[in-house]
């Protein structure tokens, strides 16, 4: 069976700050007997501990978008 390659082009505006990249989150972890939220990037930028850092409203120091 041959397999065909698929390639994908997104064009997004330069975000000011992560909270307007359609590839952020903000999700719960759970750590054994701590939790909380963590600051997620879809595209593989946040690659640091990310618990209880919030950049919605600020871009993230590595983001390779800019």
Same mark, same amino acid.
Do not use: P, V
């Given at each position: 069976m041959k397999t065909k390659?698929?390639?994908v082009s997104i064009e997004i505006e330069k975000p000011r700050r992560c909270g307007e990249c359609p590839f952020?989150? $903000?999700?719960? $972890?759970?750590c054994h007997n701590e939790w909380g939220y963590e600051s997620c990037c879809s595209l593989g930028f946040m690659n640091?501990?990310?618990r209880e850092r919030d950049y919605?409203?600020?871009l993230y120091e590595k983001c390779g978008l800019k």
């Open positions: 390659n698929i390639k952020f989150s $903000y999700q719960e $972890y759970r640091d501990d990310m919605s409203n600020k």
